[in-house]
């Protein structure tokens, strides 16, 4: 059940960056991909969801076409999912479990939705 429950997670981490990452809610997301798997199983409960953005500078590639050598500065979201999971037999959930995943933010040209 733990190994589920990390599956969900990882998968729940995935969309909360995901969405985080076009500008919609890493929780709402988060909480559907939970809800659809372990939260309605009794296993426990979501704990929510916490992001952090950074920016990072990075190289283009060279030699592909339509590429202009130099820097570029990279936003990167990343989502923390948190999980409280109950192990079989127990009444309350005891064992926190949480996992993480980065996307890069799109950011679309000015005038564009």
Do not use: W
């Amino acid at each position: 059940m733990i190994a589920e429950a990390m599956y969900a997670l990882n998968d729940a981490a995935n969309m909360a960056a995901r969405a985080a990452s076009v500008g919609k809610s890493a929780n709402l997301a988060a909480a559907y991909v939970i809800g659809r798997t372990i939260g309605l199983n009794g296993y426990g409960y979501f704990a929510g969801v916490s992001t952090r953005k950074s920016t990072i500078n990075s190289r283009k590639p060279k030699g592909l076409p339509g590429t202009i050598q130099g820097r570029r500065r990279i936003k990167i979201v990343e989502c923390t999912v948190r999980y409280m999971f109950k192990p079989m037999l127990m009444k309350a959930p005891i064992l926190p479990l949480s996992a993480s995943a980065r996307a890069m933010v799109h950011e679309l040209p000015e005038g564009v939705r």
